[in-house]
């Protein structure tokens, strides 16, 4: 589905709008449609990079009961071999 939008811009944008346009081998609306996704995508990028640090920062301390891992085990195999 396809949306209508209606835009001011400032002579010199237009121009610069006209002029990409034009250089690129595309319609104004294609390079505004490309100009917006790109910048969007970069957005979502820095959300989700956003909620990964936060996520990773939440398991702080989550495995350090896993540290003493490699001695229970030694003592195992030690008792084993008893």
């Not at 505004?32 to 990028?45: F, G, N």
């Not at 936060?54 to 495995?63: I, K, N, Q, R």
């Not at 891992?69 to 195992?76: E, G, N, R, W, Y």
Request: glycine share 4%; proline share 1%; aromatic share 8%.
């Amino acid at each position: 589905m396809t949306v209508r939008k209606n835009f001011l811009f400032d002579d010199e944008v237009a121009k610069h709008l006209e002029a990409l346009a034009k250089e690129r081998g595309k319609s104004q609306t294609a390079i505004v449609q490309e100009l917006v996704e790109a910048d969007y995508k970069t957005i979502e990028k820095r959300k989700k990079l956003e909620a990964f640090d936060g996520f990773a920062g939440s398991l702080e301390g989550a495995f350090d009961s896993l540290a003493d891992t490699p001695k229970v085990v030694q003592s195992v195999k030690a008792r084993k071999d008893v």
